[in-house]
């Protein structure tokens, strides 16, 4: 892309050839609405200035004026489906784009992505471009093609007229524009005070929760109250310099304004003698043509606004960086190891997230992180699927660089169960059959009960062709547990739990590590658990602290040593002996 173009030009040039051919047809149509107006203004002078007026000449006139309509309706009808056209293949062809786009971008990128925000992108904002390609090529060559044509045309008529008819139409450009300009310095306050407003809403919609657990409804209020304060005092202070000239230019632009002068000046140089009647008829008839043309530009100008927005929304998302693939699939063990060798990371340039972590997961084995929130526990297991790519370092599956790995057929060997656990509007037994969707109802229900989900689904009306979101609602443990028998029947070589326990309570949270322990027998199992209890079988703990590996060990070894996990072990004792 080139670094010069703006978000607009980048985005319309795949449909720039059908644009420019609405243009050409909406430029004879505008010339061809013209035609008409001109033929009754030339019967008007007819009558006025003949002895004996013509019924030839005005019958020439009227079946000039009926042709050139009708071809103004077609020549028009091929401008706008032209354009439509255009529009409809310039959505699809973002849409595709950009779901190819995220497609290939890092699975990380989605923990700063809201489902509301990439769905403002692929729906609103790629709406928002339909004033832009739809109508605004077609309603921009009406309004530089009629006023030319027809001030061209009272010029050669009667220059003095002509002049008349230009006046307030300068006059309203002006301004117009310098109300726009005077408003166009607040735009920028403007925009940040609605985004406040927005985002103390849906902070005290959100939050309405423990706001009212604790009383505090009015101080949560007062935020929202002073960021609608803020929006309106922007918002007049953008509105009221500007009111003037744009109820100004409201009249100048107006229809009726252009005929009143006409009237007015022209009975003027009647009287003096210095115009014959039929002299005025030309511009009576064609000056509001005009401002018709012209209005829709104006009247447009928030939509275009709205469209240069989204327009850069939608090319940074288009812009956004993709993993690299490779797509020659190498051979893998059906029992593959795991090493870290030297791994860094960070989320920008400044702070580094994980600090020359090395360690290996053997095949078979059960390796657990541990640590205080924000040691880097998640992204270290978040960097094995490639949610992120390393900074330096490598991590290894049998030897194979990752990165040398397909993509396709790394998930085909690891799989992971969030934190928060993602489920889709689809059936209980399609969710559970995500990664497997010809999987039978025997496996479906196996990996179910392994997951202690099955008794929860059986008990409803519809078994598991319950639609989740319709026909069921979950808790946050019993979601887990459908994304827990997911991974079970997913049957990957490589498991990743990221605090796969954290919505369960203690009793479930025993039962599915029990179930997973089974799950391990030959799989390669990285394991981060807030509770300790449920990691002391591990093969390997990992104790990790601002980045790096500060322990490993099995459980009582660490314990002997009293460093730091034998700290979080006894705060982890004292509160159980509370409860």
Sequence with gaps: MSKTASPIGILLEPVRINLIKAAIFQAFAALSGIVPLIAIAEIGRHLLSAKQPSPDVMFFWAGVAAAALGLKLLLSYLALSISHKADVDLQLDLRRRIVARILKVSLGWFDHQSSGSLKKI????????????????????????????????????????????LLPLVAGVLVYAIGFLVAGTQLKNYGNA??????????????????????????AFISFKHASKDFLKYFW?????????????????????????????????LEDGRLELADIFPALFLAPGITAAIAPVAYAQNDMMLANKAAARICKILETPVLNDVHTPVVLPYRPSVSFDDVQFSYDDQNTAIKKVSFALEPGSVTALVGPSGSGKSTVARLLPRFWDVVNGTIRIANHDIKEIPLEQLYQTVSFVFQEPKILRLSLAENIALARPKASEAEIEAAAKAAFIHEKIVALPKGYDSVFGDDVSLSGGEAQRIAIARAIL?????????????????????????????????????VIAHRLSTIIGADQILVMQEGDIVERGRHKSLLQKQGLYYEMWQAAESEKALL
């Design 194 to 219: 609605i985004r406040k407003v927005n985002a103390a809403a849906i902070a005290y919609v959100q939050g309405i929760g423990p706001i009212k657990a604790f009383g505090k409804e009015d101080q």
């Design 490 to 526: 997913a049957d990957r070589p490589i498991l990743v739990l990221d605090e796969a326990t954290a919505f369960v309570d203690p009793e479930a949270e025993a039962e599915i590590q029990l179930a997973l322990s089974e799950l391990a027998s030959g799989r390669t199992l990285l």
């Design 122 to 165: 692929l729906q609103d904002d790629i709406s928002a471009l339909h004033y832009l390609v739809a109508h605004s090529v077609p309603d921009l060559t009406a309004a530089i093609v009629t006023p030319i044509t027809i001030l061209a045309y009272l010029f050669l008529a009667d220059w003095r007229m002509a002049l008349i008819v």
């Design 237 to 269: 202070d953008m509105i009221r310099p500007a009111a003037p000239s744009m109820a100004l230019s409201e009249i100048l632009f107006a229809p009726l304004t252009s005929v009143m002068l006409v009237i007015i000046i022209g009975l003027v140089l």
